[in-house]
C-alpha cells in the first residue's frame, strides 16, 4: 500500500504529534530527507512517484503548462497528459495485479476510462469540505484491507495540511490540526492491518510529494515582464514561470530575443532564469513544447503565481504595481523551488512484510519508490522508468 499525503514537510512533523509516524518510524525505515524532483510541486511530483520518471519523460512538466495540441494543462489527474511511462496502477494490473486507485492521480483516462481494478473519487479531492471526504476515503482503504478480494496494491491520495501550510502558516493551529488527522488516517490504517491474519502480508509505505517554505512576497512577473518589453506569456505555478515566446521568422531572431529577456531577467536576485535548452543540471523538464522558452525560477522568500490566482482585489497592481508584492494577502508558505533548497524535501515511511528496519536513513530519490513498491510486490517496475529501487528499504535487498 502506497499513501500519500500533499506538502508533509519534515518540520512539521518534527513540530507537531505524529504516534502512528513515529510507530512507523520504530517498527520500519524512514526518511526526512525525501528529494522532489524540479519544480517541486504537487501535480508534478505525485506523477513522478507514481511513474518513476522524471517530468521530462512523463510530461507533466508543472502544475501549469500550455501543450501547443491540447492547449492550456491546470492540475489535471487524466493520466492521458502522460508522453511517456506508465502510472504504478497501470504497471500493477498489466502484470496481474488487482489495484486500487483511491483519488490516486492518473487513476482515469478519458480515452481508456478507469485504470485500475476500483476507483475512488472524481475531480479535485481538495475541494471543500474535502475532510469528510477523506475520512470516508481512509475507511473505504480499511474495507479493501478487509475484503476477501483484498487488492494487490492500493494506492492513496490525501490532500493533508498542504492548504493549510499554503494559507494559514507552518506553525498554524489549522497546521497542527491538519497533521494530526493524517496521523490518524495513517493509526486507524495500521490498526486495520494489526486485525488481519497472520499470513496476510501488508507492507505500508507514507510519503509526500514535496516540503514545505516560508515565504514573504510574490514576484510580480507580468509587471516584470512589461516593464522590460519583454514579449512573452508566462503560465506560472508555485515558485516557477514558463515564459513561452511567439514565433519568430527565423532562428537569429529567436535567440536574440531570449538572449535580451536573458540579460534582462538576469538582473534580478529574486529568481534566476535558464532556457529550456540550456537548463541546469536539477531541472530534468526535457525539451518539449509544453516547457517555456524560458523558465523563471524563485528563490525563497519569493514565490510566483499568474494574476488570476491573486485576489481579485489585488490584480491591478500586475499592470502597474511594484515588481515584488508583500504576501501575507495571499499565501505564507509555498514550495517548488530546486531539490535542495532547504525545506522542499518531503518525507517517506516504510513498514510492514518485505520491509527493513534501518529506522532513519539519509537522502531518498522520490523516483526510486515507484521501483521499490514494484520491487515489493514482485513484478517488474513500469516501462521507461528511470528510478531504481532502494534497497535501504527492503528486508531483502
Known amino acids: 500500500m502506497l499513501l500519500l499525503f500533499d506538502g508533509f514537510a519534515p518540520q512539521i512533523v518534527d513540530a507537531f504529534s505524529t504516534p502512528a509516524l513515529d510507530r512507523m518510524g520504530r517498527e520500519g525505515t524512514y526518511s526526512h530527507a525525501l528529494d522532489p524532483v524540479f519544480p517541486s510541486i504537487s501535480l508534478t511530483n505525485g506523477i513522478t512517484i507514481s511513474t518513476g520518471c522524471q517530468p521530462g519523460k512523463h510530461g507533466v512538466v508543472s502544475n501549469r503548462f500550455i501543450d501547443p495540441e491540447r492547449g492550456l494543462y491546470?492540475?489535471?489527474?487524466?493520466?492521458?497528459?502522460?508522453?511517456?511511462?506508465?502510472?504504478?496502477?497501470?504497471?500493477?494490473?498489466?502484470?496481474?495485479?488487482?489495484?486500487?486507485?483511491?483519488?490516486?492521480?492518473?487513476?482515469?483516462?478519458?480515452?481508456?476510462?478507469?485504470?485500475?481494478?476500483?476507483?475512488?473519487?472524481?475531480?479535485?479531492?481538495?475541494?471543500?469540505?474535502?475532510?469528510?471526504?477523506?475520512?470516508?476515503?481512509?475507511?473505504?482503504?480499511?474495507?479493501?484491507?478487509?475484503?476477501?478480494?483484498?487488492?494487490?496494491?492500493?494506492?492513496?491520495?490525501?490532500?493533508?495540511?498542504?492548504?493549510?501550510?499554503?494559507?494559514?502558516?507552518?506553525?498554524?493551529?489549522?497546521?497542527?490540526?491538519?497533521?494530526?488527522?493524517?496521523?490518524?488516517?495513517?493509526?486507524?490504517?495500521?490498526?486495520?492491518?494489526?486485525?488481519?491474519?497472520?499470513?496476510?502480508?501488508?507492507?505500508?509505505?507514507?510519503?509526500?510529494?514535496?516540503?514545505?517554505?516560508?515565504?514573504?512576497?510574490?514576484?510580480?512577473?507580468?509587471?516584470?515582464?512589461?516593464?522590460?518589453?519583454?514579449?512573452?506569456?508566462?503560465?506560472?505555478?508555485?515558485?516557477?514561470?514558463?515564459?513561452?515566446?511567439p514565433e519568430f521568422p527565423d532562428r537569429a531572431a529567436r535567440d536574440a530575443a531570449l538572449d535580451a529577456a536573458m540579460n534582462a531577467l538576469s538582473s534580478y536576485d529574486a529568481f534566476s532564469v535558464f532556457r529550456k535548452d540550456a537548463p541546469p543540471t536539477y531541472a530534468r523538464l526535457g525539451n518539449s513544447p509544453r516547457v517555456g522558452d524560458l523558465v523563471v525560477s524563485a528563490h525563497p522568500p519569493y514565490f510566483i503565481e499568474d494574476l488570476e490566482s491573486w485576489p481579485s482585489w489585488l490584480r491591478w497592481l500586475g499592470r502597474i504595481g511594484p515588481d515584488f508584492i508583500w504576501s501575507r494577502f495571499t499565501l505564507k508558505a509555498t514550495h517548488g523551488y530546486a531539490p535542495g533548497t532547504p525545506g522542499v524535501a518531503g518525507v517517506v515511511y516504510a513498514w510492514g512484510d518485505g520491509v527493513s528496519n534501518r529506522g532513519r536513513v539519509g537522502r531518498v530519490r522520490n523516483i526510486d519508490l515507484h521501483p521499490t513498491v514494484t520491487t515489493l510486490l514482485g513484478i517488474e517496475p513500469g516501462p521507461e522508468v528511470e528510478g531504481r529501487r532502494d534497497r535501504r528499504f527492503l528486508e531483502t535487498p
Not at 132 to 157: F, W
Open 74 to 245: 491546470d492540475h489535471a489527474a487524466d493520466a492521458d497528459w502522460l508522453t511517456g511511462c506508465e502510472h504504478i496502477h497501470e504497471t500493477a494490473e498489466r502484470q496481474g495485479v488487482r489495484t486500487a486507485a483511491m483519488s490516486w492521480v492518473g487513476r482515469h483516462s478519458e480515452t481508456r476510462g478507469q485504470l485500475a481494478s476500483v476507483v475512488w473519487g472524481s475531480g479535485n479531492p481538495c475541494d471543500y469540505p474535502f475532510e469528510e471526504r477523506e475520512a470516508e476515503r481512509a475507511a473505504a482503504i480499511r474495507s479493501l484491507l478487509v475484503a476477501p478480494d483484498r487488492p494487490g496494491l492500493i494506492l492513496g491520495y490525501f490532500c493533508g495540511p498542504d492548504g493549510f501550510e499554503h494559507f494559514t502558516g507552518m506553525e498554524s493551529e489549522e497546521t497542527r490540526a491538519a497533521v494530526e488527522r493524517s496521523d490518524a488516517i495513517v493509526a486507524g490504517i495500521l490498526e486495520t492491518i494489526d486485525r488481519l491474519e497472520p499470513q496476510a502480508r501488508v507492507s505500508l509505505l507514507v510519503t509526500t510529494d514535496h516540503g514545505m517554505v516560508d515565504v514573504t512576497h510574490v514576484v510580480n512577473i507580468a509587471r516584470i515582464l512589461r516593464r522590460h518589453e519583454i514579449d512573452a506569456t508566462p503560465i506560472s505555478s508555485g515558485t516557477s514561470s514558463f515564459l513561452y515566446f
